[in-house]
T-cell receptor, first 112, second 114 residues
């Protein structure tokens, strides 16, 4: 089945630093979604990408839909302590299905 | 506007008991999805339902698991004769229409089987 590979698995950064993480697949995706999960909570949608090459921002977050449609990147600028959490990429499975496949996540720790 | 409501937040069951997890979608949302998350893992799709219909249950284990979304009331995920391997966080999500992938997730039910 389709799989999403996220890297890095975890990151330890200082407050104020910029962060970059990515998500790759051997399959083509027509939509890329980035979620953040806080401890003990459900994932919250950060950014949705629908078109190859698309670059979308949400505050300090910027995400890009790769031209090949097999990858996506999420950047966080000027990190703050509340950015701590697990960031997941996700995309709908092939065939027009409503179900999403998720990566295993990138765990972000921000040191004040 | 209430979000997706799941209850209970935490559920402890002994092996062999039944677990019932409830999900009330956001107001106006008629599509419900259930996902399971094991520790240190991403979410795995289980089932997709619309009112009174199961649309896709390809992620549901063939035995002991069932889901429903009745005309009135919340969606229910039912696990019969729970085993230790069922311990996980179960998340429900809802959307207002087909093709809207950016679902809204609930806070989840953490099931522990002892």
């Amino acid at each position: 089945g389709q799989q999403l590979n996220q890297s890095p698995q975890s990151m330890f950064i200082q407050e104020g630093e910029d962060v970059s993480m990515n998500c790759t697949s051997s399959s083509i995706f027509n939509t890329w979604l980035w979620y953040k999960q806080d401890p003990g909570e459900g994932p919250v949608l950060l950014i949705a990408l629908y078109k190859a090459g698309e670059l979308t921002s949400n505050g300090r977050l910027t995400a890009q839909f790769g031209i090949t449609r097999k990858d996506s990147f999420l950047n966080i600028s000027a990190s703050i302590p509340s950015d701590v959490g697990i960031y997941f990429c996700a995309g709908p499975t092939q065939g027009g299905s409503e179900k999403l496949v998720f990566g295993k996540g990138t765990k972000l720790t921000v040191n004040p | 506007n209430a979000g997706v409501m799941q209850n209970p937040r935490h559920l402890v069951r002994r092996r062999g008991q039944e677990a019932r997890l409830r999900c009330s979608p956001m107001k106006g949302h008629s599509h419900v999805y259930w996902y399971r998350q094991l520790p240190e893992e991403g979410l795995k799709f289980m089932v997709y339902l619309q009112k009174e219909n199961i649309i896709d249950e390809s992620g549901m284990p063939k035995e002991r698991f069932s889901a429903e979304f009745p005309k009135e009331g919340p969606s229910i995920l039912r696990i019969q004769q729970v085993v230790r391997g069922d311990s996980a966080a179960y998340f429900c999500a809802s959307s207002p229409q087909y093709g809207q992938y950016g679902y809204t997730f609930g806070s989840g039910t953490r099931l522990t089987v002892v």
